[in-house]
C-alpha cells in the first residue's frame, strides 16, 4: 500500500483514559494539529470505501459529520466494510485534520496514519 507522509507526525499512543472528548467542530478549529490529549468519539454512518486509504463516513455524539481517511490499517486484501460496518462505534485517538490535497480552499477531512489510534466498539 502507498500512503502519503503526513504534515505532522504522530508520537506515541496516547492512553485512552488519559484523554479529553473532543468534537469534530472542535477538531476542524486547528487543521494540520495533531489533538494529542483528546479523543473524538465517533460512529461510521455510511458503507466504507477504499481509494489509496480506507475512507469512513463518520458522525460525533454532536451530529458533526465527516470523512475519516485511514491508513494502515485494512489490508488492501481485505473488505474495509468487514472492520467498519455500518454503526460501527470509534474512539479515534490524538485526531488530526487536514484540507483535501494540502490545500487550504479544499475540504477537510479526518486523518490516521496510525492503526493504533482507532478504538472499535460494536454493540452486541
Same mark, same amino acid.
Given at each position: ?9 504522530? /508520537? ?21 494539529? *495533531?489533538?494529542?490529549?483528546? !479523543?473524538?468519539?465517533?460512529?461510521? *454512518?455510511?458503507? &466504507?470505501?477504499?481509494?489509496? /486509504?480506507?475512507? !469512513? ?6 451530529? /458533526? &459529520?465527516?470523512?475519516? *481517511? ?7 486484501? #481485505?473488505?474495509?466494510? #468487514?472492520? $467498519?460496518?455500518?454503526g460501527t $462505534? ?6 488530526y485534520m487536514?484540507?483535501? &490535497? ?6 477537510? $477531512? ?6 493504533? &489510534?482507532?478504538?472499535? $466498539?460494536?454493540?452486541?
Amino acid at each position: 500500500n502507498k500512503t502519503l507522509r503526513p504534515l505532522v507526525m504522530y /508520537g506515541p499512543v496516547p492512553l485512552s483514559s488519559s484523554l479529553k472528548p473532543i468534537t469534530l467542530r472542535e477538531v476542524a478549529s486547528k487543521v494540520n494539529y *495533531i489533538h494529542n490529549d483528546r !479523543v473524538l468519539w465517533a460512529k461510521t *454512518i455510511h458503507t &466504507c470505501h477504499r481509494m489509496v /486509504g480506507t475512507n !469512513v463516513l463518520v458522525e460525533d455524539d454532536q451530529g /458533526g &459529520c465527516l470523512m475519516l *481517511i485511514l491508513y494502515n490499517l485494512v489490508p488492501a486484501s #481485505d473488505d474495509p466494510n #468487514d472492520y $467498519f460496518p455500518e454503526g460501527t $462505534f470509534l474512539a479515534i485517538l490524538a485526531p488530526y485534520m487536514k484540507n483535501s &490535497c494540502d490545500d487550504p480552499s479544499n475540504s477537510l $477531512f479526518l486523518r490516521c496514519d496510525n492503526p493504533e &489510534c482507532i478504538r472499535l $466498539f460494536r454493540l452486541i
